[in-house]
């Protein structure tokens, strides 16, 4: 079975400062992991993944992540955020196996950045 | 190329009635998946389906069906609304079974009175 945590709910953070939103997962089989951003009234939006290789991983907007295998996170980052970052971001994770490979959702950390 | 699209994008329903939602694919994709997401929570994984078969499925009760046709579009049917039923209802598809990037639809929210 597979869980996602994302451990804050929500937060808030001042224009050109930098954030981390913190993730992190459990499973009894490897994962893939990923981040989406969901901007209001709009679906989901790929920001990054991580499949193998590289720990650090970056994607999308300026947004970068890092792959933690033995405290089992994938923090998301980002050096200095804009107005335009305020929406909701999901962790997710997908079990490395044939078939079906469905997301599991962690519950979502609200970003606002104040100007 | 065409995103992928849903609709309706609103819909109200009453309790005990039943509800049909669409889905287009992106061009070329011939996965969809489809997600609940209840106010103030993530995505919850209801179903997959592959070449019109379908190919995983989370834990939703049998009320929640799907089809995909030949074009790769898709159908989300609920029978018997309840109220937790309420919800956006996310279609995403990709390229392949498996381990490729979902794209997501912007959903249809679902009111059940």
């Known amino acids: 079975a597979q869980s996602v945590t994302q451990l804050d709910s929500q937060v808030p953070v001042f224009e050109e400062a930098p954030v981390e939103l913190r993730c992190n997962y459990s499973s009894s089989v490897s994962v893939y992991l990923f981040w989406y951003v969901q901007y209001p009234n709009q679906g989901l939006q790929l920001l990054l993944k991580?499949?193998?290789?590289?720990?650090l991983v970056k994607g999308i907007n300026g947004f970068e992540a890092e792959f933690n295998k033995s405290q089992t996170s994938f923090h998301l980052r980002k050096p200095s955020v804009h107005i335009s970052d305020t929406a909701e971001y999901f962790c997710a994770v997908s079990p490395l196996r044939t078939g079906a490979n469905n997301l599991f959702f962690g519950t979502g950390t609200r970003l606002t950045v104040i100007p | 190329e065409t995103g992928v699209t849903q609709s309706p994008t609103h819909l109200i329903k009453t309790r005990g009635q039943q509800v049909t939602l669409r889905c287009s694919s992106q061009s070329g994709h011939n996965t969809v998946s489809w997600y609940q997401q209840a106010l103030g929570q993530g995505p919850q994984f209801i179903f997959q389906?592959?070449?019109?078969?379908?190919?995983g499925r989370g834990n939703f009760p049998p009320r929640f069906s799907g089809l995909q046709f030949p074009n790769y579009s898709s159908e989300l049917n609920v029978n018997a609304l309840e109220l937790d039923d309420s919800a956006l209802y996310l279609c995403a598809s990709s390229f392949v079974q498996g381990i490729s990037e979902q794209y997501f639809g912007p959903g249809t929210r679902l009111t059940v009175t």
């Open positions: 389906y592959y070449r019109e078969e379908e190919n």
């Open positions: 991580y499949l193998s290789g590289s720990t």
